[in-house]
């Protein structure tokens, strides 16, 4: 691996950290849990696992055995990006004790889908990103009115139930 491939692959994470930046924003803006910095470091640490995948097996097919006994497998470096990210979101993710409801889904859903944003660009799938990235704004930000209002409507008539069963 050349000195090329590695400066290609630090503008790789270096893009994802901006993408996963964008995401990060929103979540900040409105202040979940898990802000801008969350963000960026997943999507770029994604984007490094799943750019190194690919040098790892180039290393050791040079190095040690030869490339005919070297296999490899992306799916696998995909799950581990995705099981270390779910442990990431679950942290995130409590049980309000007054509310008694669950709240930071939608922050642990989003630390999720950063990282595939990441891998997305560390095969580059530039377009891709930058298309998901504004589909999360759109699902974060424009979805929330109409959330605000379903859940208003909701929550309205479910005091009244309660009113009820009270009296």
């Not at 901006?18 to 202040?31: A, P, Q, S």
């Not at 999720?112 to 930058?130: C, K, N, R, S």
Request: proline content about 2%; glycine content about 10%; overall charge positive.
């Amino acid at each position: 691996m050349g000195l090329d491939n590695e400066l290609v692959i630090l503008a790789k994470v270096v893009f994802a950290i901006l993408m996963g930046g964008l995401i990060g924003l929103e979540r900040e803006i409105i202040g979940k849990p898990a802000g801008m910095r969350t963000h960026m470091l997943i999507a770029g640490a994604s984007t490094l696992f799943a750019s190194l995948g690919s040098v790892i097996i180039n290393y050791f097919g040079e190095v040690s055995c030869g490339p005919e006994l070297v296999r490899s497998d992306p799916i696998r470096v995909i799950q581990a990006i995705a099981l270390g990210i779910s442990f990431i979101g679950a942290g995130t993710i409590m049980q309000h004790p007054e509310r008694r409801k669950v709240i930071y889904l939608t922050s642990a859903a989003s630390i999720l889908f950063t990282a595939g944003i990441g891998i997305a660009i560390a095969v580059d799938q530039f377009i891709l990103a930058i298309g998901c990235v504004a589909i999360v704004w759109i699902v974060n930000r424009g979805l929330r009115y109409l959330d605000k209002k379903v859940l208003k409507k909701r929550s309205s008539m479910s005091r009244s139930g309660e009113s009820d069963l009270n009296e």
